[in-house]
């Protein structure tokens, strides 16, 4: 726990000391609530008098491990995987406005007819957690803690406003772009850094920014951006590309049951064009295109289809499976959000808002 919470910044060194205390005694009883923890009633008073300070933010919780996996990112050669990935924390609340809201959703079940919507409060969480090729996590790269009020009413906005006219940095989306700069000037070495994301990181604005730090992107397409001279598309030009090799990776069904896949591989180099909305912003992008595409129809799942861009070379069906493989390190992060929700139970019910946070704190900061 020293290593992590050393680089700590708080405005006050008492701050700095109940926040040591506090780690220590919610990582003796991951999961409970404050009270739990703390066993008396005045360690329980100062732990929520901490959590509720106006002069304590996630950035100085959280200021102690980055500076850790800065050096743990150091201490390692070759590239480093930079995930991203969202996820919601709700929770129940009689006032929701108190936390905020992250959507809606349908208050009950019903037989016929539309189930009346309520708002659903909570939180949402952009992590950027960093690992090695071969899956070891380093700790987490950058964060973003947000509510959806601020971007409340965005469906009926698009119905009046093309959404590719809006900047990137009044959207919601945005958020990608910030861990990817947060993280890649925290590292100080932009080479090194892969930022790997599922396709709702198809964004081109994070390719062009990506472009300015000097440092690479690795995500799932799910647009079909236009190519070469406009007249056609990425699956256009992938499309007349022949089968480079063949693939055979392991599955699982729902049910947990395991099976082979066997995955034809293309890639080529491809120039892509920003949307034609923002064409007087951004430039055309050299960037390689790589499908893995599942050779047959199974019976017990969907056929996998990736379809990934990069702006990192492939030259070579070893390169190709390599770029497939730290794309499905991007499943790691998915782990992450278990051991959250379900290990630190940060969504449980019958804790105050305030354990579930600390909860949350426990698990980032004590390896």
Same mark, same amino acid.
């Given at each position: ?8 910044? +708080?405005? @006050? ?6 926040? *040591? ?18 066993? @008396? ?17 996630? $950035? ?12 743990? +990112? ?10 991203? @990935?969202?996820?919601?924390?709700? %929770? ?15 208050? *009950? ?16 969480? $952009? ?23 601020? /971007? ?34 925290? /590292? ?28 690479? +992107? ?41 099976? $082979? ?49 990069? @702006? ?14 730290? %794309? ?7 782990? +992450? ?12 019910? *019958? ?17």
């Amino acid at each position: 726990m020293d290593r992590e919470v050393a680089g700590s910044n +708080f405005q @006050d060194g008492r701050l700095a000391a109940r926040f *040591r205390t506090l780690l220590e005694r919610l990582w003796r009883s991951v999961g409970q609530s404050i009270p739990l923890a703390c066993q @008396d009633w005045a360690q329980t008073n100062a732990a929520y008098r901490f959590l509720s300070n106006d002069r304590v933010s996630e $950035h100085d919780i959280l200021s102690g491990h980055f500076e850790a996996t800065c050096a743990r +990112f150091h201490a390692t050669e070759g590239p480093i995987l930079v995930l991203q @990935d969202t996820t919601e924390f709700s %929770y129940q609340r009689d006032q929701p406005e108190s936390i905020g809201a992250i959507g809606k959703m349908p208050y *009950r079940k019903q037989v016929s007819g539309n189930p009346p919507v309520r708002t659903a409060c909570g939180i949402l969480m $952009h992590s950027s957690p960093a690992v090695t090729p071969e899956g070891l996590p380093l700790g987490l790269a950058a964060i973003t803690f947000w509510n959806r009020k601020k /971007f409340m009413g965005c469906n009926a906005l698009k119905k009046a406003i093309n959404p590719t006219r809006v900047p990137i940095e009044e959207k919601e989306s945005f958020r990608w772009l910030r861990n990817l700069q947060q993280s890649t000037v925290r /590292f100080s070495d932009p080479d090194r850094c892969i930022h790997v994301g599922d396709r709702e990181s198809d964004i081109y604005e994070l390719f062009c920014m990506a472009k300015e730090l000097g440092t690479h +992107f690795l995500v799932r397409t799910c647009q079909d951006r236009l190519a070469g001279d406009g007249e056609h598309t990425m699956s256009d030009e992938v499309s007349t590309v022949q089968v480079k090799g063949l693939h055979r990776v392991a599955t699982r069904d729902a049910k947990g049951h395991s099976s $082979h896949a066997l995955l034809e591989i293309k890639y080529c180099q491809v120039t892509v064009l920003p949307p034609i909305g923002k064409r007087s912003r951004y430039p055309a992008l050299q960037v390689t295109v790589t499908h893995a595409t599942e050779r047959g129809e199974p019976t017990d799942r969907k056929p996998i289809k990736w379809k990934l861009i990069m @702006d990192l070379p492939v030259h070579s069906r070893r390169d190709a499976i390599e770029k497939l493989d730290w %794309y499905a390190m991007r499943w790691k992060i998915e782990t +992450f959000r278990k051991i959250l929700k379900s290990g630190c139970k940060a969504e449980e019910s *019958r804790l105050r808002s305030a354990d579930r946070l600390a909860n949350l704190i426990s698990v980032f900061l004590y390896p």
